[in-house]
C-alpha cells in the first residue's frame, strides 16, 4: 500500500559527496516525521538525520556539519546531501517515514525503503 524507493548511493572517494533521495508512494493521507537511518558492517542501525513535517531537522552528532536533510512535500520525497564523506560512513542507508494512509484514523505507521548502499573508499 505505501512504499519507499531509495536511490542515490554508490561508490565515492574519501572527501566526496552524495545525494539520497526517497520517495514515498501509495495510498498516503498525510506524512509526518521522515528520516535516514544506516547500518554500517557489523554494527547497528543508528539515526543520521530526521525532519519534520515543518522541516524542523535533527542529527546524529558525528553528520552534523556535513549531512543535510531536506523535503519537498508536494512530492512526498526526503533528501540527504552528504558532504566530506569518510570512510566511516559506508553503510546501508535506510529512508524511513510515519505516514497516515486515511482520514479516519489518526495513527501514523512507520515505513522503511528497502536500504541503498553508500561505500566511501578510494
Known amino acids: 500500500q505505501v512504499q519507499l524507493v531509495e536511490s542515490g548511493g554508490g561508490l565515492v572517494q574519501p572527501g566526496g559527496s552524495l545525494r539520497l533521495s526517497c520517495a514515498a508512494s501509495?495510498?498516503?493521507?498525510?506524512?509526518?516525521?521522515m528520516g535516514w537511518y544506516r547500518q554500517g558492517p557489523g554494527k547497528e542501525r543508528e539515526m543520521v538525520a530526521t525532519?519534520?513535517?515543518?522541516?524542523?531537522?535533527n542529527y546524529a552528532d558525528s553528520t552534523k556539519g556535513r549531512f543535510f536533510i531536506s523535503r519537498d512535500n508536494s512530492k512526498n520525497t526526503v533528501y540527504l546531501h552528504m558532504n566530506s564523506l569518510e570512510a566511516e560512513d559506508t553503510a546501508v542507508y535506510y529512508c524511513?517515514?510515519?505516514?497516515?494512509?486515511?482520514?479516519?484514523?489518526?495513527?501514523?505507521?512507520?515505513?522503511w525503503g528497502q536500504g541503498t548502499q553508500v561505500t566511501v573508499s578510494s
Open positions: 525532519i519534520s513535517r515543518r522541516s524542523s531537522t
Open positions: 524511513n517515514a510515519k505516514i497516515r494512509s486515511t482520514s479516519i484514523s489518526t495513527q501514523f505507521s512507520d515505513y
Open positions: 501509495g495510498i498516503i493521507f498525510s506524512i509526518n516525521d
